[in-house]
């Protein structure tokens, strides 16, 4: 993983792992997760009332990126 320096003026970046800010100017590193979460193929409206069976329920993905400090990285062994 390649740290990035943070760059970023307005909101803080705050590290996934320990919680904390990561000023501006500071090194942080980002990861991508795939987070999955079910869904069926019906619309909200035209759900059965009674309860979704198991077979009707699909597994999606959807990335999402996380930040963490300098330190957590190299903790983690993410970095040198
Ligand atoms: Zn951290």
Known sequence: MRLKKN??????RICTECKSDI????KYG???KSIPYKQTSWT???RPKEEIPDWAWE???FKDEFDFCEKCCIEKGWVA
């Open 7 to 12: 760059m970023k003026r307005s909101s803080a």
């Open 44 to 46: 909200i409206d035209d």
């Open 59 to 61: 597994t999606v993905y």
């Open 23 to 26: 000023p501006r100017g500071q």
């Open 30 to 32: 980002q990861k991508t």
